[in-house]
């Protein structure tokens, strides 16, 4: 049987996340790559924009699809043995609230780590 890996993009210089990843890497059975979005090519064939990346939490599955912001972590987390804790966040009624809460968290995250640079970029 062919090997399925998911693999999930992620952002490395942000400390809660790389806190987040460690604790990942260390619990995951070793079916899950980790793949720091600063170390990816910009406009890499498949892959979302740089932006995109670092505004929601990316997961390519095995098959190419992609999962994107509170499903993507959930999913990143069933590759542990500590799955089944993550999934009620995806029960109707449990997922509205709990993505507008990653939604506003991920928003202000990338606001006060990237905006200032964004911006810049777009000067020069």
Known sequence: MEPRYDTLFYDGQCPLCAKEIR???KLQRGDLIFADIHEQRDGSANLP???A???RLHLMTWTGEWVIGLPAN???WSHTPFGFL?????????FQIA??????WADKRYERK???AIGDNETA
């Open 74 to 76: 959930v999913r990143a």
């Open 114 to 116: 990237y905006a200032c």
């Open 49 to 51: 924009s740089h932006e």
């Open 86 to 94: 993550f999934k009620p966040l995806l029960w109707p009624g449990i």
């Open 23 to 25: 604790t990942l890497r």
């Open 53 to 55: 990346l670092l505004r």
């Open 99 to 104: 993505s507008r809460i990653y939604g506003k």
